[in-house]
């Protein structure tokens, strides 16, 4: 027979054209008709009315909070349900995060949230076994080895390069299995993939709900209009249509779409009409069996069939809808709250570990209700219409306050962390005060006291040597150390292109304190900043300003340190070349803030698409941002440990190029807007990094994916299709998570740009490479959102945007040692607050724990604990003792680094305040011990064309249960443990 697998399903966007909870409640559908709520209170008496149906549901964030409304009697009716397997939990997350522009860590976060929940209110039954991606614009590799690492036995997605799609429609590979890390894990990445026929979509004339307008199925031979005969040989048709492209005897057809079963009665009414006259027809000699299903049935059905399929070990970015119309433009919309998720991402992991080890959930202080409230915020930013930035205005904005309350909730958690942290002895440590604007020189906190505290954590398992900017009101200050030392600052004065941003409206701040700081690894350090009035006590020297109006044209302008010198032009603004002066690497580099104009159009075909939220699409070439009369404004700035060149290149667009003392690589800071649209022309505005071609690096460059492993990129080409590039810069851009570079081989030189957000990156000709950083559009690209990316600020004029990059000359051979480090650094930053000075720096020595680490060793530098956090077990089985969650990473791939690419070991006795008793391996979801894992085998043709052996496809996982005392991390291996502690004294 040919099994017809009909998946009654409804796509629940976590916010989109309507908040998360305009979306759960049903208000403001004048935007659009949808309410969670009514979709979850229909389906349920219909499931328990039939035990033939199924149904399944996706976004955690939606069920959970229907979920907490119920009575008894209605959550024992669900779990039941869960039990026999009607309702089927799929992909589990939060949310269904988006793939371009999330970072690995808030991607397994936001499901292990999920999984979570799942596990303590239904337990094992509802461990979703499949990955649901059907919506994401282009899908990430990384995401397909972390489903893998889950525990998945396969993964369904929508959406392809129509290009690519119409390729493997031709060829029947429209399933294959997806090697998600074949150079690193190798079979633990490897994950079954299926591409949906029809988008997510119900076949075309059989969409049954309220809101469609397809004929329903009329069977009274009574009345007048019966159509079951020619209802059922449409659909006969259609699965014949379907079923030529696939290779087994099952196919799927997803039975429902965006927001559908509000009035599930209409759904399903119909579908048992449409089962039962279709297989009617088997008495007349049809073999088509049509039946109510579910993803993990599937799959399944299709594994016992023990067939070979292909593989692919591409990812599937960007994703193009049509001729002219990439889907990369979304790699770099909403700059402001990429960056904001990237931040609070980093803030997020701070709390959850001083959480743990202040260890105050065992002194009587549980504030995981205010932790739960943060997780859900960052989970639900990461849905594929959050952090994409192709929502509504109103939404995004909804996104960036659930951030700041959940920040806000975060502080108390740090506050009670170090009030028992600091102190030494009986007295209480001073409340902490974060400060949000700091990278726009704004501090209510510092601006206001004179003198004050600093304590920075350190949240990762290294120590850290940084620098540290404290916006600041008088000229003289000095600095102390928590050893009572005096440190060397340096005061920087704040810009005039900072003190234009909207947003910094109230703020006093002249001038911005550096200074460094030495913080143990996974701890913090307290330093003291007392304003004076004696030159003789003050530790801070003022800064040399050199205005660029002042120098003659044909002086060579440059800033430098120990590391590097960076050539400026002091005619146009760019840099002109950078040599690292240690490795003796000199190169010409243009590099500067460009932009292009963006395509306006109605969007009725391919060559009238617009850039839009979505969409990337340019008209001509790029333009210099240039205004010689601005530039004249610009300086550069020297002094004792921090050397800056400020460069204005227009009233939209400025750059800070900084170089710190002993610091291996070149700061960009680069600001721009408000992009000027006077001119009703939208502005996609990039930097530029070009070599003018010292760099011979070809058509080849290379992105990260997700922060982890590196892709190969090959400009104008498709590793599996012959591709036709309509858009030469849309259809090259990629996304960059955290880095891109580019490499000449012959010279052994690398340029690595780092990024602190996901933004889309290309290498448009040889020897350069281009960030988008910022866009302003004056058209929808009308796919679904209705309004332009047309973001303004606190003014009502364009968006100011700033954000860093920082840039790296090297060998290939020693590139990746540096920008694996720093990518680390940038994502997991220390966190800085501020508190009250009442006592001379030497008082407060003796009273507070100045400098404290929750390690004696520091972790190998090829390690990073990716995860450590309360874990709580499910209610079916209630544990007393106090258990966390461990996840240890290796963050080297194969072959990357002579010695940081071999395995590393973990000392698990070197924490400080507790010990670990008993330890087991979970998978990388936490919701499975990995003893217990054993997915469906699938054998598969490598690229090579080599079939495996069916014993190595048929082994399953090894089951290992870490000892308490050292782990083993092979490259790229990320390891997920709950641990039993026993506490010690701090």
Not at 350 to 355: A, I, R
Not at 702 to 713: F, S
Not at 826 to 852: C, D, G, H, K, R
Request: proline share 5%; with cysteine.
């Amino acid at each position: 027979m040919l099994n017809v697998h009909l998946v009654p399903h409804t796509h629940d966007d976590v916010g989109w054209l309507k908040t998360v909870d305009q979306y759960f409640y049903g208000s403001r559908n004048d935007i659009q008709h949808a309410g969670v709520q009514y979709i979850l209170d229909s389906v349920i008496p219909e499931l328990l009315k039939d035990p033939t149906k199924r149904f399944i549901y996706v976004e955690i964030a939606f069920f959970a909070r229907w979920w907490r409304e119920q009575d008894a009697a209605m959550k024992a009716d669900v779990r039941k349900l869960v039990e026999e397997g009607r309702l089927e939990f799929v992909l589990g997350g939060w949310c269904m995060n988006d793939e371009a522009s999330t970072h690995y860590n808030a991607m397994i976060d936001q499901h292990t949230l999920g999984f979570s929940f799942l596990e303590q209110e239904f337990g094992a039954c509802a461990r979703p076994r499949v990955g649901w991606q059907i919506d994401p614009f282009g899908h990430s590799r990384e995401q397909a080895s972390m489903f893998a690492q889950f525990g998945f036995d396969g993964l369904f997605f929508g959406r392809l390069d129509y290009q690519d799609k119409d390729n493997r429609l031709k060829q029947h590979n429209m399933e294959f299995v997806w090697r998600g890390s074949p150079k690193n894990l190798g079979e633990a990445s490897e994950l079954f993939t299926g591409v949906l026929y029809n988008h997510y979509v119900p076949p075309p004339g059989f969409c049954f709900d309220e809101m469609c307008n397809d004929e329903p199925f009329m069977d009274d031979e009574r009345m007048h209009d019966v159509n079951i005969q020619s209802r059922v040989q449409d659909f006969i048709k259609i699965v014949n249509d379907q079923a030529q492209h696939f290779h087994s005897n099952n196919i799927m057809m997803t039975m429902g779409s965006d927001f559908q079963y509000q009035n599930a009665h209409t759904w399903y009414k119909n579908l048992d009409k449409l089962i039962k006259y279709v297989n009617q027809q088997q008495s007349n000699g049809s073999n088509i069996n049509v039946l109510y299903s579910t993803p993990s049935c599937y799959l399944f059905n299709v594994n016992h069939l023990n067939q070979v399929w292909n593989s692919t070990k591409d990812d599937f970015f960007p994703y193009a809808s049509r001729e002219n119309t990439f889907w990369s433009g979304y790699f770099s919309s909403r700059a402001a709250l990429k960056g904001y998720a990237r931040k609070s991402n980093n803030f997020l992991q701070v709390c959850k570990q001083l959480d743990v080890l202040a260890n105050l959930q065992s002194h009587g202080v549980n504030l995981t209700e205010d932790l739960r409230i943060y997780k859900e915020a960052l989970g639900v930013v990461q849905h594929h219409d959050g952090v994409s930035g192709t929502e509504k205005q109103h939404v995004a904005n909804d996104y960036a306050q659930r951030l700041a309350v959940g920040a806000e909730k975060c502080q108390k958690v740090t506050n009670a962390a170090f009030e028992k942290l600091l102190p030494k002895g009986s007295e209480k440590a001073p409340s902490q005060s974060y400060c949000t604007l700091a990278n726009i020189s704004y501090c209510d906190f510092t601006e206001h006291n004179k003198q004050f505290m600093v304590t920075l954590y350190n949240p990762l398992g290294h120590a850290v040597t940084d620098f540290v900017r404290i916006p600041v009101l008088s000229s003289m200050y000095r600095v102390v150390d928590p050893k009572g030392m005096n440190v060397t600052a340096q005061l920087v004065p704040v810009s005039e292109e900072t003190k234009k941003i909207p947003e910094r409206k109230g703020s006093l701040a002249t001038n911005e304190l550096f200074f460094q700081v030495e913080l143990p690894p996974l701890g913090y350090s307290t330093y003291f900043v007392m304003e004076t009035n004696s030159s003789d006590e003050a530790t801070s020297q003022k800064s040399k300003v050199i205005p660029l109006a002042s120098l003659k044209a044909d002086i060579p302008l440059y800033i430098q340190n120990d590391e590097y010198l960076v050539l400026l032009d002091n005619i146009n603004g760019n840099t002109l070349g950078v040599n690292n002066k240690k490795k003796k690497i000199d190169i010409p580099l243009n590099q500067g803030i460009w932009w292009y104009e963006a395509y306006g159009g109605n969007c009725s075909k391919g060559e009238f698409q617009a850039s839009g939220a979505y969409a990337l699409r340019t008209k001509g070439e790029r333009h210099r941002v240039q205004d010689r009369e601005m530039l004249l404004k610009s300086y550069i700035l020297t002094g004792a440990l921090v050397q800056e060149a400020h460069m204005i290149f227009g009233p939209e667009a400025s750059q800070v190029i900084r170089l710190y003392n002993n610091k291996p690589y070149v700061e960009f800071e680069w600001t721009v807007g408000p992009i000027n649209i006077k001119d009703k022309i939208g502005k996609e505005y990039i930097t530029l990094y070009d070599t003018q071609q010292t760099i011979e690096s070809g058509d080849l460059f290379y992105t990260d994916a997700n922060g982890r492993e590196i892709l190969e990129r090959r400009r104008d080409h498709r590793n599996t299709w012959d591709f036709n590039n309509t858009e030469h810069v849309a259809g090259n851009y990629f996304p960059v998570n955290s880095r891109i570079f580019i490499q000449d081989k012959a010279k052994n030189q690398q340029l690595t740009v780092l990024t602190d957000r996901s933004e889309g990156g290309a290498s448009l000709e040889s020897g350069t490479m281009e960030l988008l950083v910022h866009r302003r559009l004056l058209f929808d690209d009308h796919f679904g959102v209705g309004e332009p990316l047309n973001e303004t600020g606190a003014d009502g004029q364009g968006l100011v945007v700033r954000g860093r990059h920082l840039a790296i000359l090297d060998t290939i051979k020693d590139s990746p040692a540096l920008h694996r480090s720093l990518a680390l650094k940038m994502y997991m930053a220390p966190s800085v607050s501020f508190s009250p000075l009442t006592m001379t720096p030497e008082q407060a020595i003796t009273q507070y724990n100045t400098q404290w680490s929750a390690l004696r060793n520091p972790l190998p530098s090829n390690v990073h604990m990716l995860t450590l956090e309360q874990w709580q077990q499910p209610k079916l089985e209630p544990v007393e003792t106090s258990q966390i969650l461990l996840r240890f990473e290796h963050i080297y791939e194969k072959d990357e680094d002579p010695v940081l690419s071999q395995p590393a070991t973990v000392n698990l006795t070197d924490f400080t305040t507790f010990k670990i008793t008993t330890m087991e391996e979970l998978t990388l979801g936490a919701n499975l011990p990995l003893s217990e894992l054993n997915r469906l085998p699938w054998r598969y043709i490598p690229d090579s064309g080599k079939s495996l052996s069916k014993e190595e496809l048929l082994r399953t996982a090894v089951p290992h249960v870490g000892p308490p005392t050292t782990l083993t991390l092979q490259p790229m291996q990320i390891r997920t443990f709950v641990a039993t502690l026993g506490r010690t004294q701090h």
